[in-house]
């Protein structure tokens, strides 16, 4: 798909370490789905644009397609009676502990069939696409026994082929123990390492292996195990760690390198020196405060003072965090978590996508990377966490397609037609 991209107020490339000015005036030449050039519209040659169709991004602000690093996307029912129950006092291990919680939605998950449990993820990815998401990292995890798991990561792959979102598999097995493994747990992790591991990694559906590293779920020493031998297999390391207690996954990260470490709101400093050295990606979820009634909101000003690279992400599951709006966590990320402007956008762009090791692909504008795409309304890059909870994404365009474009108001004075090309999405 070859295409010009045009009237932007500003681009911010993300190419420039702490420029949150960006480009004034700019244009984004695009070739065969990727960046050709990006710069002032004044040094765009000419000849190079002849005959190429132009979508107009209206004077708005263009930024990268947003990365969203972590979510837990596949599952069936909803979880709002725990929502109100956190209210009353129940906290939410508690409730796990009552067969609440992540088995409440695995029970439901196992229940639905698979193209019920595409049709909510899809309705769920479009979802994200609206908030300008170009490329989605979905977990299994609400599965827990090999066959559903495999299922769980079949559904993902074909979600990917159905949205015009670059979709990226994660294996979370580990996600918590069912009752059925409770009695001999040794056992339960020796037939993940073994048996769940190699056949997730046999069938080339995942590109990551995470754990749950919490009291309630996979100790420490349970997690290496299981993280160990996804490496063995070609699955690279993510860890949820250090949520809700200090037990030692933010070390374990640093120990087996993994690609991200997430949560974090109870790691320790101490551990931040080897995330910088292992180059493992903080990822921070402040959409979980909001739904599990906290206020401690996860700090960012540490792990960047010891030179760690921080990203910001929903974690969008049906306990901890049922939002779909990216955009709104760089606003907690600059209110609550201590990131200034730039890093907040890194934070969405190409920090997100070091967590996803697709640092060389998506989240710059920069030659040679995914033409992926958002023009938001206004061209303020503090606009879209200013006027946070209201989406100001006019349109998002993927490999240098256009994927989604928000319908001009009626009788808001909007031109008859846009300057825009027609929206054609890939599936
Ligand atoms: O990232 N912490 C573990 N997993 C999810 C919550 C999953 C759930 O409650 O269903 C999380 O917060
Ligand atoms: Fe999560």
Not at 15 to 27: F, L, N, V
Not at 107 to 118: G, I, V, Y
Not at 249 to 276: I, K, M
Request: hydrophobic letters at 40%; charged letters at 25%.
């Amino acid at each position: 798909m070859d295409a010009c991209v045009r009237d932007i107020g500003t681009l911010l490339t993300m190419d420039r370490p702490g420029d949150s000015e960006g480009i004034r005036d700019a244009a984004v030449l695009i070739r065969q789905g990727r960046i050709a050039w990006a710069g002032p519209a004044r040094d765009l040659d000419p000849a190079s644009v002849r005959g190429l169709p132009t979508v107009s991004a209206e004077g708005g602000l263009v930024t990268p397609g947003l990365v969203e690093c972590h979510t837990h996307l596949v599952f069936a029912g909803n979880r709002a009676g725990e929502f109100e129950d956190r209210l009353s006092g129940r906290s939410y291990e508690e409730i796990a502990q009552a067969g609440g919680g992540i088995l409440a939605t695995v029970r439901a998950t196992r229940q639905a069939s698979d193209d019920e449990l595409l049709r909510l993820a899809e309705e769920r990815a479009r979802d994200f696409l609206e908030q300008g998401v170009t490329t989605l990292e979905v977990k299994s995890g609400y599965g827990l026994d090999l066959e559903q798991e495999l299922r769980l990561l079949r559904v993902i792959g074909r979600l990917g082929q159905r949205v015009p979102v670059t979709v990226v598999p994660t294996f979370l097995g580990a996600h918590a123990i069912p009752p059925e493994g409770r009695g001999d747990r040794a056992a339960w992790v020796r037939d993940l390492r073994d048996r769940w591991v190699p056949a997730v990694a046999r069938q080339g559906i995942a590109r990551f292996c995470d754990v749950f590293c919490e009291s309630m779920a996979f100790l420490v020493g349970e997690a290496e195990e299981i993280l160990q031998a996804g490496l063995q297999h070609g699955l690279r390391p993510k860890i949820h760690a250090d949520q809700l207690s200090d037990c030692g996954g933010s070390a374990l990260a640093a120990r087996v390198g993994a690609v991200s470490a997430d949560h974090l709101d109870r790691a320790p400093e101490s551990s931040f020196p080897a995330l910088a050295r292992a180059g493992t990606v903080a990822v921070l979820l402040p959409g979980c405060m909001a739904a599990l009634g906290r206020r401690d909101f996860p700090d960012a000003r540490p792990l960047r003072r010891a030179g760690v690279r921080v990203a910001l992400s929903t974690d969008f599951n049906p306990g901890t965090s049922p939002t779909r709006n990216l955009p709104l966590m760089g606003t907690f990320g600059m209110a609550w978590c201590g990131l200034t402007l730039w890093e907040t956008w890194a934070a969405l762009t190409i920090w997100a996508a070091a967590a996803l090791g697709m640092e060389g692909e998506v989240g710059r504008v920069a030659p040679g990377m995914a033409a992926d795409l958002v023009a938001f309304r206004g061209e303020d890059p503090r606009g879209p966490f200013y006027e946070y909870g209201t989406s100001r994404v006019s349109w998002v365009m993927r490999g240098g397609r256009l994927a989604f474009r928000r319908d001009a108001r009626e009788g808001a004075g909007a031109p008859e037609s846009p300057a825009v090309g027609r929206g054609e999405g890939d599936g």
